[in-house]
């Protein structure tokens, strides 16, 4: 059984910080990548970044670029996303999901976990 569980969100001022993680279980983690998407009250889930299973390669949502750091700990089955300069309208539920290469379709991930809160407040 995979589990995803993700963690680290909050209440935060805009412009500041915060990291969220996501603890993979039941599978090798080092050979999947890995990708975080957000949900917005009354708006469709979407894409903000994705990193392979080596870390090598990323991907980002333009809304995010420059201000967004995916990344990953293979040896601690954990992912990343690190998320600076953050603003109102960064705030959602965020998920994290497994994938077998690194996309922005979320059609292509298979296991996802039930998300984090993250509150931007102006």
């Known amino acids: 059984q995979v589990q995803l569980v993700e963690s680290g969100g909050g209440l935060v001022q805009a412009g500041g910080s915060l990291r969220l993680s996501c603890a993979a279980s039941?599978?090798?983690?080092?050979?999947?990548?890995m990708g975080w998407f957000r949900q917005a009250p009354g708006k469709e889930r979407e894409f903000v970044a994705a990193?392979?299973?080596?870390?090598?390669?990323?991907y980002y949502a333009d809304s995010v670029k420059g201000r967004f750091t995916i990344s990953r700990d293979n040896a601690k089955n954990t992912v990343y996303l690190q998320m600076n300069s953050l603003k109102p309208e960064d705030t959602a539920v965020y998920f994290c999901?497994?994938?077998?290469?690194?996309?922005?379709?979320?059609?292509?991930?298979?296991?996802w976990g039930q998300g984090t809160q993250v509150t931007v407040s102006s």
């Open positions: 999901a497994s994938a077998y290469s690194p996309t922005i379709d979320q059609t292509n991930y298979d296991y």
């Open positions: 039941g599978r090798t983690f080092s050979s999947y990548a």
């Open positions: 990193i392979s299973w080596t870390g090598g390669t990323t």
